[in-house]
């Protein structure tokens, strides 16, 4: 072989390997990550995740994109993820209630343990809203007009055994009310039945209830302390608060690399810091009250147990 051959194979082997050690030096995430959303659009889910995956880029050094999969009460995006390679590349933002509680209640093609936490990105308690047109200007209001008619008044939720429905169904229980209950696809399709008039009332979160401006009116609120200053809580007004928190967490395919695990982790904690995060949930009404992983861990252990005793109290009726 001819000297010059020679050297253009040598030179042509050293590119090959730079590269290749290039390719193998390259940190993640190396591409965009995919946050599958199990929910319709226009929910908190879709709201919080619009605000955080337009900061985070900064700290990730990559983009992170929203991919809506509603369906089957949360099944068809949940589903999807728990079969996804755990590379970091897909992630589950998703809630308490499908991630712990559904397992009780229906065979999923999957279960809680395919999933690992990420974060606990934040929590919300949602309130009783109606049309700020209702005839129902209390929550008394309402639901004596549920126990003179039953089945007449239309709860519509988010999704069967979901953060909306599940509170509600207790609410009604423990009221003593019979009402018809319709399921949506996310918080956004939930909110559309109301404001068109094809149910009577719903749950909604803080996010949600500020975009519609005007158009509702708040009943009541479920945590133990005010959500809004001029309307009580359902503790206020005798009822038990029940299970209203909702956790909205951040989940990847168990088996996640664990560097690739802290590099999100990592990045999330940094969000919390930044001016422009925390004015755009501010606006938003919600809050920004981060959970790592390993400890949020823990309390999705205690919630299957507490969810299991929940469901039979509800059917059990």
């Known amino acids: 072989m001819k000297l010059s051959k020679l050297l253009r194979v040598a030179l042509g082997a050293t590119v090959a390997l730079g590269l290749t050690a290039g390719a193998a030096q390259a940190e993640y995430p190396e591409k965009p990550i995919t946050l599958v959303l199990p929910l319709g659009a226009g929910g908190s889910h879709d709201l919080n995740s619009r605000v955080f995956t337009s900061i985070i880029p900064q700290y990730l050094e990559n983009a992170m994109i929203v991919k809506l999969m509603p369906g089957a009460s949360g099944q068809t995006g949940t589903a999807a993820v728990a079969k996804a390679k755990p590379d970091g590349y897909t992630l589950l933002f998703t809630h308490n209630f499908f991630d712990q509680l559904q397992q009780h209640v229906t065979k999923l093609p999957y279960t809680p343990d395919d999933f690992e936490t990420v974060v606990r990105l934040n929590y919300a308690v949602p309130s009783i809203v109606v049309l700020a047109s209702s005839p129902y200007k209390t929550l008394k209001d309402m639901l004596d007009f549920g126990k003179a008619n039953p089945n007449t008044l239309k709860f519509g939720h988010s999704g069967n055994w979901g953060a909306v429905m ?17 399921p949506h696809k996310g918080g ?29 009116r708040v009943l009541a609120s479920l945590g133990t302390e005010r959500t809004y200053k001029d309307v009580p809580t359902l503790k206020e007004l005798g009822y038990t608060p029940s299970v209203g928190l909702m956790n909205r967490v951040v989940l990847a395919p168990k088996g996640m690399p664990a560097d690739r695990m802290k590099k999100l982790r990592d990045a999330f904690t940094a969000m919390q810091k930044d001016k422009t995060y925390g004015s755009m949930m501010k606006k938003l009404g919600e809050n920004t009250e981060l959970m790592q992983g390993p400890e949020y861990e823990g309390e999705r252990m205690e919630q299957s147990k507490n969810y299991e005793k929940l469901v039979k109290a509800i059917t059990s009726k």
């Open 166 to 182: 599940v509170p509600g169904a207790l609410l009604l229980s423990e009221a003593g009310v019979q009402a018809t209950l319709i």
């Open 188 to 216: 956004g399709p939930t909110m559309k039945a109301l404001l068109s008039g094809d149910v009577d009332f719903t749950m909604a979160f803080p996010s949600v209830i500020g975009a519609q401006g005007d158009k509702l």
